[in-house]
């Protein structure tokens, strides 16, 4: 007897496709997105810690985020150049957030888990704080304990 012929993979006919969902949630309209709903987690984190008297550095694409984060100032429209003072802030700004941006790195770079995470905010703070114990004593970093 012979066999059936074998079924292409592929959409079943007489059904019309559904579009895939945007946003948030299967089928759910003008729900959020999850770089905003991140966003949104992120700034509440910011928020707790500017409250407590920590200082926040920011890069510019948090222009706007709220008292006690601290962005670059931007250039101003037209041939007009920052202040002196604009100047020396954002750069005091970027010189600052570039020991954090290389420390990230440098973790990242040697801990494969934290290339590509997808854990809850408190599970990737403590792998990270477990990698930065790691890479210390990797380095000899660890101060002595008596």
């Known amino acids: 007897m012979p066999s059936a012929p074998a079924r292409r993979p592929g959409?079943?006919?007489?059904?019309?496709?559904?579009p895939p969902a945007r946003g948030g949630g299967p089928g759910a309209r003008g729900a959020t997105g999850p770089d905003r709903r991140?966003?949104?987690?992120?700034?509440?984190?910011?928020?707790?810690?500017?409250?407590?008297?920590?200082?926040?550095?920011?890069?510019?694409?948090?222009?706007?985020?709220?008292?006690?984060?601290h962005t670059p100032i931007k250039q101003p429209a037209g041939n007009q150049t920052l202040s002196p003072d604009s100047r020396t802030y954002n750069q005091l700004l970027r010189s600052l957030r570039c020991l954090g941006e290389r420390g990230f790195a440098l973790l990242k770079g040697r801990w494969r888990i934290l290339q590509h995470i997808t854990a809850g905010p408190s599970t990737i703070g403590?792998?990270?704080?477990?990698?930065?114990v790691l890479t210390h004593f990797e380095h000899n970093w660890l101060p002595e304990i008596r």
């Not at 949104?40 to 985020?65: E, N, R, T």
């Not at 792998?127 to 930065?132: C, K, V």
């Open 11 to 18: 959409p079943r006919r007489g059904r019309a496709a559904r």
């Open 38 to 69: 991140a966003r949104a987690h992120v700034l509440g984190a910011l928020y707790a810690a500017a409250a407590g008297g920590l200082p926040i550095l920011a890069d510019g694409g948090y222009d706007g985020a709220g008292i006690g984060v």
């Open 126 to 132: 403590d792998i990270a704080r477990a990698a930065l």
